[in-house]
């Protein structure tokens, strides 16, 4: 199934627009977004991806009392996934803005005229804006966020596994960084152990 014709899934927030490929906002120049289209870059993953794997995951509603996203949704494996194996691209709004309010906004691409260029899944976005940090659930991260290409040769942020396999209905959970973890507890004097 193509990624234009994939369906929103069930039991998808209403206050979020579900998309299954970028939306490109109108701060993201003319240039970037072409080199963001069809460029290519040395830096990001060489394998190319050929489209969001949704058939690997599912979004649930985390009822239990110790998980610290309960009461919210995080993103499962439907079936095992090997190790090192593209998961799901996170598709959001790709801008050009500051947006530190967000907490779904990731860096995905600073250009050498020094526009840096994010993806906000807080208001539209796929299956991939579910993914919990893997702090307080695991001793480490079962997944990675990693930049490639499609086979078209978009540039995505990409969730992909790490080293070990994920089985079949695990979490997927990463490492949210720890830049992120102080943005958002600035005001208080403990950070989390990011050992």
């Avoid at 991806?49 to 998980?67: A, D, F, K, Q, W």
């Avoid at 600073?110 to 994010?118: C, I, K, P, T």
Wanted: hydrophobic share 30%.
């Amino acid at each position: 199934m193509s990624s234009s014709s994939r369906r929103q899934p069930p039991s998808w927030p209403s206050h979020i627009q579900y998309i299954n490929t970028p939306r490109y906002h109108p701060s993201v120049p003319g240039p970037v977004r072409s080199f963001l289209i069809s460029g290519t870059n040395p830096a990001p993953q060489k394998t190319p991806i050929s489209g969001p794997s949704t058939s690997l995951v599912r979004v649930r509603y985390i009822t239990e009392p110790s998980h610290p996203a309960r009461g919210q949704n995080g993103l499962f494996a439907v079936r095992k996934i090997l190790p090192r194996s593209h998961i799901i691209d996170y598709i959001g709004e790709v801008h050009c803005q500051d947006r530190a309010d967000s907490d779904y906004d990731l860096s995905l691409f600073r250009s050498a005229d020094g526009d840096n260029v994010g993806v906000d899944a807080s208001l539209m976005g796929n299956e991939a804006r579910f993914v919990n940090d893997y702090r307080g659930i695991r001793s480490k991260p079962n997944a990675v966020f990693m930049e490639s290409r499609t086979s078209q040769g978009e540039l995505r942020m990409s969730i992909w596994s790490s080293k070990d396999p994920i089985q079949k209905g695990d979490e997927i959970l990463l490492s949210y960084g720890k830049s992120w973890w102080r943005s958002r507890i600035a005001q208080t004097d403990a950070l989390p152990d990011f050992a």
